[in-house]
């Protein structure tokens, strides 16, 4: 008798390429196809032939380490279908385009063209069933979805075939400013696969927001700019009405994809906290908000400006465009104390609020460190994944016999794991048999 396995093909130990499959003896059942964002890209392991023999594809979200690897299916057999919601799939349009753009300007070539892109075929999840109630994936395939506070559309899931049980968190947090998360109702499954990207951090949203506060109002203060480099859909728009809320009086300029997901965002209700729609809605109609329209605009309305908050798309600043902010803002030293023999300064600021992958623009200026002539740069999480103190209370609602803990780099997940271990986690007591630190290539029987 065949026994059921995990497959990791990307996503564990790392942080990308997000890419599980929960292989039994009929079914095949792939939990996201994503990349890492290093080099030209970094594609899941998986066996070019595996495509055709897979059941079904479920999609947590559409962040590109989650999603753009799905042509690769296409092109190698897959002829099934991508389950995932209406948002999502609305949103993957632009992360295609985007990673095209990221591919080519490091010199390389999408491993997948047009037509397989335009292959994929998706089944949408909340016109099957709504959330926390099962449905059928296919004849002996079952799968329940919940809203994961990740972004609008993504979602985690729990999977049943071949009389086994997985959870997968997808990319989960339960402190949006705006997004409300769906608790899975408590259950045991055979294996969980955990988003555990911020590995041993326990600091809550509050205290992360606090730090962001400090060191934007000591920027915005001191007469410089603040650029906020964002992904085009998540936590920007999150950050937008916080930081209209705690600055009233600020301008701010934000670019046209990142205030179009806004103005979708307040489309989506059934993704949001009951609170956000009028909180949106009030940035949505502030007179202190400008959107460029185009590159001599966006000169004017920063010369005009004493001090403003910028957000703009591309959280690692590997675009044109958040290149072009860094530039101009270390090129246009801020005004600090004129008229009292100061004279000019640079005093603006970029603060990441996100991952930054090895090679990026980001993570090079993170690297460099301050300098004299430069803007600052500063890394300041927003709060978008789990940390350890979040694996802590998923365990408790969802003990799986064995836990996966993915999305960050194994020597962090190792120390993850030790500490969960020695504070009883797995003991025999415990539901939690098992819990483990992968990568990409392992597999799990379960």
Aim: aromatic residues 8%.
């Amino acid at each position: 008798m065949m026994m059921t396995k995990l497959r990791i093909w990307g996503g564990a130990g790392e942080h990308g390429r997000s890419c599980y499959v929960l292989e039994g003896k009929q079914h095949r059942i792939m939990l996201d196809c994503g990349v890492k964002k290093e080099g030209t890209g970094q594609y899941p392991v998986f066996p070019p032939q595996e495509a055709e023999r897979l059941t079904a594809v479920l999609l947590s979200h559409a962040h590109e380490d989650h999603s753009m690897a799905l042509p690769l299916l296409y092109k190698n057999g897959y002829r099934g279908e991508v389950w995932t919601t209406k948002a999502t799939a609305e949103q993957l349009g632009s992360y295609f385009r985007s990673w095209h753009t990221y591919v080519e300007s490091r010199g390389g070539k999408l491993p997948y063209d047009e037509q397989d892109i335009e292959s994929i075929t998706y089944r949408y999840l909340e016109d099957e069933a709504p959330s926390g109630v099962w449905q059928e994936a296919s004849p002996g395939v079952r799968i329940m979805w919940g809203r994961s506070g990740h972004l609008a559309g993504a979602v985690w899931y729990v999977a049943e075939m071949e009389g086994k049980r997985l959870f997968f968190s997808g990319d989960y947090s339960r402190e949006s400013e705006l997004l409300v998360a769906d608790v899975p109702e408590p259950n045991l499954a055979d294996i969980s696969i955990m988003d555990n990207a911020y590995d041993m951090d326990i600091d809550p949203q509050p205290v992360k927001l606090e730090r962001l506060r400090v060191e934007m109002e000591r920027i915005l203060s001191a007469g410089g700019h603040v650029l906020l480099p964002v992904p085009a859909f998540g936590r920007g728009q999150d950050l937008i009405v916080w930081a209209s809320e705690q600055f009233p009086e600020q301008v701010m300029i934000i670019e046209p994809d990142i205030w179009q997901g806004l103005q979708r965002l307040s489309c989506l209700k059934e993704w949001l906290r009951p609170e956000a729609p009028v909180r949106i809605e009030h940035v949505l109609h502030s007179d202190r908000i400008f959107v460029p329209r185009d590159a001599a605009e966006r000169v004017r309305l920063l010369e005009q400006s004493a001090a403003a908050i910028i957000v703009t798309g591309d959280g690692m600043m590997d675009s044109p465009r958040a290149r072009w902010y860094y530039q101009y803002l270390s090129d246009q030293p801020s005004s600090v104390g004129e008229g009292k023999g100061s004279g000019k300064s640079n005093h603006n600021g970029v603060i990441l609020t996100g991952h930054a992958s090895s090679g990026s623009f980001g993570k090079h200026l993170l690297e460099r460190g301050d300098q004299d002539d430069c803007c600052i740069v500063r890394h300041l999480i927003y709060k978008v994944h789990q940390g350890i103190s979040d694996v802590r209370q998923m365990l408790k609602v969802l003990p799986g016999k064995q836990v996966v803990l993915v999305h960050a780099p194994k020597p962090q997940t190792d120390l993850v794991r030790g500490e969960l271990i020695r504070e009883g986690w797995t003991e025999h007591e415990s539901s939690v048999k098992a819990i483990h630190s992968l990568e990409p290539g392992a597999t799990l029987n379960v």
